[in-house]
């Protein structure tokens, strides 16, 4: 051989072998164990530990897909370009109405590009809410509303760290499963789809037929599975994944389902529960809502007390309104007592610059208040609020100006957490659903819906008297819930209660109710409300009624002696209220008989609080023993919601001592 | 699926009626004009007129004169021989192994879950034999001669007593001849491969009395589970029943006792691989009014493949078959409908919408009863009318005969549609109703499909050589291709030339792509007459193509891989059809092979 050629044979042999040691310690790959973590000191060379460090594996991404993986390298680099002719393809195909090439061709879409979250996220969105409602029979539509999830659970699986699929499924178990028009049809399917509980199991590991997951009939309820994915999303945060959504948005879907479900039951028959009579199905029905309520209750409360990062830059608790205003007044008081006559002195330039009926509004005790001067002491608190720094500013000592300027920032900082709390509340309507998770739990709640549907069964099988009967009782026991929680009656509760009084009124069979009817005042308050007579701080003051003044009747002791009230009475030309109602006077619902004083929050009213359901076991409607704490076996000694904090709130929930009432302190009207 | 009406055609309804063989004779004709013209232009070029012409001629008269009737069979057929080994030491039978291995991983790539698998797999397998053995085609044909010619082995052969003809035919059969041996293997792989895939059965979870009589329900095989109910004897007891359809199958049930104990045992699935015999009629539309409509509505779809009739008017749908008795022994007649349902509002969510059926002589002497239905769609609804049923005669209620009173003396039956359900819609197309007229067998029908695709593939040959005799191998590969593309997606042309596609031609798409004009918009330069010179200038353009799509052949309308999928019959006019235009192909291209072999031959000498 030419020693030329020998000479340059061995240079290039040589450069190979000195270069393969660095990329030996390099490029060498990490040896894993089966369930994928790094298996003892084999790390693997340098970028195999960035790799590992950064989870950027593909292992550590989530379940290889052999299919993919050979689709990926067929494409030799130009998948972005096969993914977008296999997107217009499935345009065409869903256009086209080729539903099983639609479904065959995003599976290739997925199988190129399986890290693209959008994709999946889309697809199954397309697959579910789309392709599912070009079909006529319902099973089949029941039947892709399962593909979409079925492509989401896919998803899921090959990128494990990611939260965005298990919250997507979240979505679609609850909302298309729970919302749509075919809601009964698509939660009976579900029940039943035995097939499709274990294909999740065997495929996601998640038991949806776990106690968390089943409803009062003991089998899964699609609301409840979707709480459980969000269940399964918030776990995978805790190890350490990143969020899909929003603090906010992502820890209240969970509570949030809770609701849902119980509301769920309200709103259904369950025909398939065996029951001794419709009576005893509806009677075991809204107690186990009930129940399901408190779950609810508890959950939101556990949610009030997670702490948020707020994009302010403050960190709150929405649970913590009233405790966030008492270290307000804490501080007002004390920066107050620090800055002595100052402080008087400007604050009673602005009291002084108040309307008498404000003035005298403010200086009423809160529990001596009617209406009118509830809204105009918020109004009131709100115009005298005094600029710290402007106060501080004015003391002379330049060692107390600058505690005085210390005091005053630390008040601002209070002010500001206020009010990204407010703020934060009501994005989720959190009052209000707070409110409502306490109201469904009522004895009252529960008697009027068992007898507004017994009326209704009555009323089909054209028993009148018997018709009459129950409606009146479900209406007293409608007003009596109203009186105590007037959120209810923004609510689409409401909406049934106005439609059964229609029915009502037909059995009747006379032009107008009678004076002495229960919901008079509820109905009178519902034509104003309906004139835009509900302003927000009206609506923050209702939401916020039996917590600041317990024990006190909304409708029947305090909004009809309003002259504001009156006044909107009479401009919208209905009955003056005045001729309806006595003078005003505070009644002790207990006894029934006028108040001497105003009520203090005691311990007895704090006992009211407690959820309607008692310790005792349900009977199931076919008289079985069942445990009311639907669907676990949790006592409800155990479900209890925080007396504590309740108790705290129960003075300062709302954040009127501070904020400008028509900035929102309100929860508004039901968000869906 | 959607039939186009010309599948629809018979072979002589095709051949004469719908001017087949005129619009054939017409491009045969008008290419050899064509090609003589061009031929004699380029050889007055060279010689001059007179020799341009004696040249030209002479070439036709040594083809129809000498090389013609001197062809041999014989040597055809060693020159075959000569191309089929040559193919095979070009190692094509590796194709085989790339087939198989694609069926070996077929399983990850395929979704199991699909609602009809049988369609998701014969789809697949006849799209792979497609891709595979067309551009085996493209690849043999295309570089064969060139090569020869390149080598001087073409020099060899020619010097031996070998006609052009000869070459040109050789060629396209050797390939034609390996194509095939590899298309038959592929096909009777792809029909175990269909047949292993469809086929599962089920094991029973639980089966008892219940309200419906005896039913129960199976395990999840096979991805999907099944209802069923069973079927009591005289005797009280159980011995046959029958599943629910799932995506798109069902099984029979058999019990069987066994050591004192009931077994059920599942049969093969039913309903995946079928060929259904249609016969397809045609279709009016009735508007409100009851009058004869051009189309009915449109309901908003972008797809305007089915049009819509209004429930609860007098909107109707009416098909007229022409009806043979013998194609139905069992006095039965049996339709089914693949129709749409669409709905304003939801309505009753529980059942789907309704219409009614009624049969009806033509003459309108006959008609049945009204026959209430609910829509399935998506699937294929089978409703079989026994052959008397309630009706009238003459508005005399009476028992009407299908066979005898609702067919009229041409044998044309009329079956109308209507949708009952107020504010709902039934929508449909010609093919969405047709007469089930028994069934063939599923592998002779796949055997039609895979005939297709040979066709395709002799298409491609006969392309691949013809372009093969005068231009280099990759360039004869580029030609091939591209018309095999302008085949496949030459509609698009046709679109653009008869200004269904919006935009205008290639020189109008130039002056708009810069002025970012959208091409909805009509052009405005602000110069009406240079606008109407592009406009005429593009038209040219566009028509000019249009007649080179025309010519070519439009490979997806061989394809019938849909009818095999779909469970029809692929007809035998249609058939019957495509061979005829595959062997018009053939002939072309050969000649034209011929002529450039020929020239090129007097070239060098």
């Known amino acids: ?269 369950y025909a398939h529960v065996p029951a001794a009579s419709e009576e005893a199905r509806a009677e075991w029905r809204f107690e186990a809502a009930s129940a399901a309520w408190r779950f609810a209750q508890r959950e939101w409360e556990e949610f009030g007390m997670l702490p948020i990062l707020t994009t302010y830059g403050s960190t709150i608790q929405m649970g913590l309104m009233g405790k966030a205003n008492d270290d307000f007044q804490k501080a007002q008081d004390d920066f107050a007592e620090f800055c002595g006559d100052i402080y008087e002195e400007l604050q009673g330039e602005l009291v002084d610059k108040l309307e008498d009926v404000e003035r005298e509004a403010l200086d009423l005790p809160y529990e001596e208040r009617n209406f009118e001067q509830v809204l105009l002491a918020e109004n009131a608190a709100y115009k005298i609020l005094l600029d710290p720094d402007a106060v501080a500013k004015r003391l002379e000592d330049d060692d107390a100006r600058m505690t005085a300027m210390t005091k005053a920032k630390e008040m601002v900082r209070l002010r500001e957490q206020i009010r990204h709390i407010d703020v934060y509340r009501n994005q989720i309507n959190y009052a209000y659903w707070a409110e409502r998770c306490l109201a469904e739990q009522e004895e009252e709640a529960l008697l009027a819906r068992t007898q507004m549907f017994n009326a209704d069964q009555h009323l089909e099988n054209a028993e009148l008297t018997e018709a009459f009967k129950a409606f009146e009782e479900a209406f007293t026991n409608w007003d009596k819930l109203f009186n105590k929680r007037p959120a209810m009656m923004i609510d689409d509760i409401a909406d049934d209660v106005i439609a059964s009084v229609q029915r009502y009124k037909q059995i009747l069979d006379e032009p107008e109710l009678p004076e002495d009817f229960p919901l008079n005042d509820f109905l009178e308050f519902r034509r104003v409300y309906e004139d835009q007579f509900a302003d927000p701080a009206m609506l923050g003051v209702i939401s916020s009624w039996p917590k600041k003044y317990p024990g006190r009747n909304f409708l029947t002791e305090m909004l009809r002696k309003s002259e504001e009230y009156e006044k909107q009475f009479k401009d919208t030309g209905t009955k003056d209220p005045g001729e309806m109602a006595p003078a005003f006077e505070m009644i002790d619902l207990e006894t029934g008989k006028p108040l001497e004083k105003p009520q203090e929050p005691t311990a007895e009213s704090e006992e009211q609080e407690e959820p309607a359901v008692s310790e005792e076991t349900l009977e199931s409607p076919a008289g079985e023993k069942t445990s009311a704490a639907e669907p676990g076996e949790v006592s409800v000694a155990e479900e209890k919601p925080a007396k504590v904090e309740e108790s705290t709130e129960a003075k300062s929930e709302a954040p009127l001592s501070v904020s400008k009432p028509t900035e929102g302190s309100a929860p508004g009207p039901k968000k869906k | 699926m959607r039939i186009e009406e010309e599948q629809m055609w018979s072979y002589f309804e095709w051949l004469i009626y719908k001017l087949g063989l005129v619009h054939g004779a017409g491009i045969a004709v008008g290419l050899s004009i064509l090609g003589f013209l061009l031929c004699f232009i380029v050889s007055t070029f060279k010689y001059g ?205 058999t019990a069987r006792e066994v050591d004192g104990e009931t077994k059920l045992e599942f049969g093969a699935p039913e309903g995946l691989l079928q060929a259904r015999m249609p016969i397809y009629g045609s279709m009016a539309i009735y508007d409100r009014a009851g009058n004869l409509a051009r189309s009915g509505l449109n309901v908003g779809y972008e797809s305007e493949y089915q049009t819509y009739i209004e429930g609860a008017s007098l909107m109707s749908a009416v098909w007229t078959f022409d009806v043979d008795k013998s194609e139905f022994p069992d006095g039965k007649l049996p ?271």
């Open chain 2, 335 to 605: 339709i089914e409908l693949s129709l749409k349902a669409f709905r304003t509002f939801k309505g009753d969510i529980v059942t789907g919408v309704q219409g009614e059926i009624i049969l009806r002589n033509p003459d309108g002497s006959a008609e049945s009863r009204r026959n209430p239905f609910i829509v399935k769609e998506f699937e294929v609804d089978q409703i079989v009318f026994d052959g008397k049923m309630p009706g009238s005669i003459n508005g005399e209620p009476k028992e009407v005969d299908i066979f005898e009173d609702l067919i009229n003396d041409d044998g044309k039956l009329e079956i109308m549609i209507r949708c009952t359900d107020p504010g709902q819609y039934f929508g449909m197309a010609v093919g969405d109703v047709y007469l089930r007229a028994g069934e063939r067998q599923f592998g002779w029908n796949l055997f039609k499909g895979f005939l297709g695709i040979w066709m395709q593939m002799v298409l491609v040959i006969c392309l691949g050589v013809m372009f093969s005799t005068f231009l280099s191998g990759p360039v004869a590969m580029i030609a091939t291709l591209t018309s095999l593309v302008l085949g496949f997606f030459g509609t698009i042309a046709a679109d653009v030339a008869l200004g269904e596609t919006p935009g205008g031609g290639p020189i109008e798409a130039i002056i708009r792509m810069p002025m970012q004009t959208g091409a909805l918009v009509d052009l405005d330069l602000g110069n009406p007459a240079l606008e109407t010179a592009i406009e005429f200038a593009d038209a040219g353009i566009m028509y000019s193509l249009f007649t080179v799509f025309q010519a070519l052949p439009a490979f997806g309308k061989f394809n019938t891989a849909e009818f095999v999928a779909y469970g029809f019959n692929i007809f035998p006019d249609l058939v019957g059809k495509h061979l005829t235009m595959t062997f018009c192909y053939f002939i072309l291209t050969s000649c034209v092979g011929y002529f450039f072999l020929k020239t090129r031959e007097l070239a060098a000498a």
């Open chain 2, 49 to 253: 007129p007179g020799e341009g012409f004696f040249r030209v001629t002479r070439v036709i008269y040594e083809l129809l004169a000498r090389d013609l009737p001197g062809t041999s069979l014989h040597r055809i057929f060693a020159l075959s021989r000569l191309a089929f080994q040559e193919a095979i030491r070009r190692k094509v039978l590796a194709l085989m192994a790339v087939f198989i291995v694609v069926l070996l991983f077929a399983g990850w790539f395929l979704d199991s879950n699909s609602s009809n698998i049988g369609q998701l797999y014969i789809s697949f397998v006849m799209t792979g034999t497609s891709y595979l053995v067309l551009l085996l085609g493209l690849f043999l044909s295309c570089f064969s001669l060139p090569a020869d010619i390149t080598s001087k082995t073409i020099q060899t052969i020619t010097t031996k007593p070998v006609r052009a003809t000869e070459i040109v035919l050789g060629r396209i059969f050797g390939f034609g001849a390996v194509g095939t041996v590899l298309l038959v293997a592929m096909g009777i792989l792809s029909y175990f491969f269909v047949v292993r895939g469809v086929n599962h059965s089920h094991s029973f979870r639980d089966w008892g009395p219940g309200k419906e009589g005896v039913a129960g329900a199976t395990e999840v095989d096979a991805y999907h589970s099944h209802k069923f109910t069973m079927e009591e004897g005289a005797d009280g007891s159980i011995q046959y029943g029958v599943t629910n359809d799932v995506q798109s199958h069902k099984h029979t049930v």
């Open chain 1, 1 to 269: 051989m030419n020693s030329v050629v020998l000479q340059r044979r061995l240079t290039y042999i040589s450069a190979m072998v000195v270069l393969i040691v660095p990329l030996y310690f390099l490029g060498r790959p990490s040896v894993r164990n089966m369930d994928g973590t790094i298996k003892n000191g084999r790390t693997g060379g340098a970028l195999a530990q960035i790799r590992t460090k950064n989870s950027l594996g593909q292992g550590d991404l989530g379940e290889l897909e052999p299919a993919s993986e050979s689709m990926r390298l067929a494409t030799l680099g130009l998948r972005g370009v096969a993914a977008t002719i296999l997107w217009q393809k499935a345009e065409y195909y869903k256009k086209e109405q080729y539903w099983d090439r639609l479904s065959a061709t995003l599976n290739q879409i997925a199988a190129l590009q399986p890290h693209f979250i959008e994709i999946w996220k889309f697809q199954s969105h397309n697959m579910s809410y789309n392709v599912s409602t070009q079909f006529d029979n319902y099973e089949h539509r029941y039947d892709w509303v399962k593909r979409g999830m079925d492509y989401l659970v896919r998803g899921a699986k090959i990128n494990k760290t990611r939260t965005e699929m298990p919250f997507e499924l979240g979505w679609f178990f609850g909302n298309k499963m729970g919302v749509a028009d075919e809601k009964v049809q698509y939660r009976q399917l579900y029940r039943d789809d035995r097939d499709f509980h274990e294909e999740i199991l065997a495929k996601t590991g998640l038991d949806v037929t776990q106690k968390d997951g089943r409803g009062p009939d003991q089998k899964p309820d699609n609301w409840l599975t979707g709480r459980l994915w969000y269940e399964r999303c918030y776990e995978m945060v805790a190890s350490g994944a990143k969020q899909a959504k929003s603090t906010l948005m992502f820890y209240q879907k969970g509570p949030q389902w809770r609701m849902k479900h119980a509301e769920a039951i309200q709103a259904e028959s």
